[in-house]
């Protein structure tokens, strides 16, 4: 990803960092948890957050190591800016570019941020670089679309009163590392050893008004809610209103998460 690719991205979690806090952070704290159960705590006394967004995991983090020094690391300050209530240094960094010495941490937790580096396996060396020999990095990304039928139902109905969003779906970023076979072969052209590698089932619902604040906040969603106009408006609220399909939305989605901790190898003697 070009410097302007990151800026771009860092500027649009920025513009929309409360809207992520709200939606986001109650569908993956639980996952978060479990990527911080697997890893070990103790003896740690300096841990990272890399891309750690509004700060969602850090108070676990705390919780389970409660004498460490715990730094937030992310690229986009009005994440961070959200962050701060948790009272723990921040720093606005990239990831691929860390400005830590070598062998100076213990641990690095990367929730959710592995796919949107161009180059993950070069993320992963900096990592490497940055904990110490037998320092653990845990990461966390999408196993499965993480799909909502009530969206599926919300996107039709917008596309069928003619707001449909004329921008091709790319293919998902998370693509390249959605399974453990694609994290184990990403690490292995790293220093790092494997500990654990596997996927996780978890069920979320969706409270109604989370999941409309979500569509009007992001993506393609978002897009063709702002290409409405208001005769649009007024008949989509009619067929709504008449018993259409919105009004019966499932709001239960099953997510995988995959998930990865792994220990930096001893260095060569
Ligand atoms: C999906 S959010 C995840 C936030 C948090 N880890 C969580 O689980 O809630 C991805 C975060 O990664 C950050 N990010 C993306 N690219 C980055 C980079 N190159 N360096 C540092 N942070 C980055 C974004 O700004 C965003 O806050």
Request: net charge neutral; aromatic share 8%.
């Amino acid at each position: 990803m070009s410097r302007q690719d990151t800026e771009r991205l860092a500027g649009i979690y920025s513009s929309h960092a409360r809207g992520y806090a709200d939606s986001w952070g109650p569908v993956i704290r639980p996952m978060g948890q479990r990527l911080l159960d697997a890893l070990p705590w103790d003896g740690a006394r300096r841990v990272v957050d890399l891309g750690t967004g509004a700060g969602t995991h850090l108070p676990e983090i705390r919780r389970r190591a409660p004498g460490a020094c715990v730094v937030g690391v992310d690229r986009s300050p009005g994440m961070l800016e959200l962050a701060r209530r948790h009272g723990v240094p921040l720093l606005l960094m990239d990831g691929v570019e860390l400005g830590f010495r070598d062998s100076s941490m213990d641990v690095a937790v990367m929730a959710f941020v592995l796919f949107h580096l161009d180059d993950p396996v070069l993320a992963l060396r900096e990592v490497c670089r940055v904990l110490r020999p037998g320092g653990v990095v845990g990461t966390v990304t999408w196993a499965e679309d993480p799909e909502i039928e009530a969206s599926r139902v919300w996107e039709a109905e917008l596309d069928s009163h003619g707001a449909r969003d004329p921008v091709t779906p790319r293919p998902r970023r998370d693509e390249p590392l959605n399974t453990p076979e694609k994290m184990v072969g990403l690490f292995s052209a790293t220093r790092f050893e494997p500990m654990k590698v596997w996927v996780e089932r978890f069920e979320h619902h969706w409270e109604l008004d989370e999941l409309s604040r979500m569509h009007l906040t992001f993506g393609r969603s978002k897009r063709s809610w702002n290409r409405w106009t208001r005769a649009l408006a007024r008949s989509f609220s009619g067929a709504s209103a008449s018993g259409s399909k919105v009004l019966h939305l499932k709001l239960s989605s099953t997510v995988l998460p995959s998930y990865a901790a792994w220990r930096v190898g001893q260095p060569d003697p």
